[in-house]
């Protein structure tokens, strides 16, 4: 049972174009993130939603676009792709429970704009 | 805003010994909570285990341990009888609240575990 997975999970799409990746969690968790892993391996929030509201946008330009249809969906949509976007882009999901926080990630989309 | 670094950027060992991974990081907060996550070559981001700021007690996990000096703002990963699957990303990890907040994460240590 996958809790948290990604689609697709290679994506290879050239400049200008827009794509969308999409990730689900079957936690029951009320908040999901969007991080992105650079080509140097480094890793940085995008955007939080708890309960399909916006908690947290990093400074992210607009062409990134998050939605959530419902708390256990958590969508990414990015417009006029520029190189710069190639990068893994991993969802994950938490929930407070006792002492047992633990964010469960997806297994990344790797991202290739030519 | 809260930073950690990781100054060790790669770090190989043999197999079956000890190996320690550095992080410090930086807040005004008093309460907080910091991870150590493992990406092996799957990409995979693992948890290996965590350690809440008011806790004294250094948290343990089988073979992996945590030195937390809170004074020093310091949370140092051990690995002990070090084996070939321990290689990978090893990412230090801040958060402020407790399920409702980011993960600012270090740069990242790349472990080589040498048969």
């Known amino acids: 049972d996958t809790a948290v997975s990604q689609t697709p999970k290679y994506l290879v799409t050239q400049m200008g174009n827009d794509k969308s990746i999409k990730c689900e969690q079957n936690?029951?968790?009320?908040?999901m993130y969007w991080y992105k892993q650079d080509s140097k391996k480094f890793l940085k929030i995008m955007f939080s939603?708890?309960?399909?509201?916006?908690?947290i946008n990093e400074t992210v330009p607009n062409r990134f676009s998050p939605k959530s249809p419902d708390k256990a969906h958590l969508n990414l949509h990015i417009n006029s792709l520029e190189l710069g976007d190639s990068a893994v882009y991993f969802c994950a999901s938490s929930q407070p429970q006792g002492f047992s926080y633990e964010q469960y990630f997806g297994p990344g989309t790797r991202l290739t704009v030519t | 805003a809260q930073t950690v670094t990781q100054s060790q950027p790669e770090m190989s060992v043999q197999e079956a010994e000890t190996v320690t991974l550095s992080c410090t990081y930086d807040?005004?907060?008093?309460?907080?909570?910091l991870f150590w996550y493992k990406q092996p070559p799957s990409r995979q981001m693992i948890l290996v285990i965590r350690q809440e700021a008011y806790k004294q007690q250094n948290a343990t996990e089988n073979r992996f341990s945590v030195n937390f000096q809170k004074a020093a703002k310091s949370f140092s990963l051990k690995i002990s009888d070090s084996q070939l699957g321990d290689t990978a990303m090893y990412f230090c990890?801040?958060?402020?609240?407790?399920?409702?907040?980011?993960?600012?994460f270090g740069t990242g240590t790349r472990l080589t575990i040498i048969p």
């Open positions: 990890a801040f958060s402020l609240d407790f399920g409702n907040e980011k993960l600012t």
């Open positions: 807040t005004s907060e008093n309460n907080y909570y």
């Open positions: 936690l029951g968790h009320d908040t």
């Open positions: 939603y708890n309960n399909k509201e916006l908690i």
